[in-house]
């Protein structure tokens, strides 16, 4: 069965170094998304992709952060400079299609920032 | 805007017994749809059922069932012959779409349920 894949699954990194996660989402899938959860909350939309195109990114906190999906399939988020508050699960999940209610998850990442 | 809102944190359950994990939500759309999610400790979000606004009857996927209440706003999901591998974190979320025709899920805070043999 395919599933989406991301690396690391897991990352330690000090405050103000730099960090990237990277996503494959299930071949054929238009729309990718990522997530950040922090502990005891639920996901969070960061940032949402149709192709390679940006479809949403208005809860992403674009001073650190940034995302691309160059040729419209794997995706790599980063965090630059990385503070402590962006300890958190960063969750990857693609669809077939935008409308399509069906997201599949990736095992995501776990940050922490020291 | 979207809300979701789960006010059981944490709840406990007998295994073999049924239990509720309680949703509410808010939205000023008329077409919308409410998931389930499950999060074991390990991570990954596992997604367990859908119900559409439209839909006419309560949907259904094995052991778990959808109370879906469109009066009352709530999307309740119940579990039945509670099992020790159904311990996690359930979240229940709602997608709308945007202006821009893209759907956008908004997620509750979850309730972590402990099945107790």
């Known amino acids: 069965e395919a599933e989406v894949a991301q690396s690391p699954r897991y990352k330690i990194t000090e405050k103000s170094q730099a960090v990237a996660f990277w996503c494959d989402p299930i071949s054929g899938h238009a729309t990718l998304y990522w997530y950040r959860q922090i502990l005891g909350q639920g996901p969070e939309l960061l940032v949402q992709f149709q192709d390679e195109s940006v479809v949403d990114d208005s809860q992403l906190p674009k001073d650190r952060f940034s995302a691309e999906r160059l040729k419209g399939v794997d995706s790599t988020l980063k965090i630059q400079p990385a503070e402590l508050g962006d300890s958190a699960m960063y969750l990857c999940?693609?669809?077939?299609?935008?409308?399509?209610?069906?997201?599949?998850f990736g095992p995501g990442t776990r940050l922490t920032v020291t | 805007a979207q809300k979701i809102t789960q006010t059981q944190p944490g709840m406990f359950v007998q295994e073999k017994e049924a239990v509720t994990l309680d949703c509410t939500y808010d939205?000023?759309?008329?077409?919308?749809?409410l998931f389930w999610y499950k999060q074991p400790s390990s991570g990954e979000m596992i997604f367990l059922i859908y119900?559409?606004?439209?839909?006419?009857q309560n949907a259904t996927e094995g052991r778990y069932s959808l109370n879906f209440q469109k009066a009352r706003k709530s999307a309740n999901l119940v579990i039945s012959a509670s099992q020790l591998g159904d311990s996690a974190m359930y979240f229940c979320a709602m997608r709308a779409l945007n202006s821009g025709g893209y759907q956008k899920v908004t997620f509750g805070t979850g309730t972590k349920l402990q099945v107790i043999p």
């Open positions: 119900q559409g606004s439209y839909d006419e």
């Open positions: 999940a693609s669809s077939k299609h935008p409308t399509k209610y069906e997201q599949y």
């Open positions: 939205t000023s759309d008329q077409s919308y749809g």
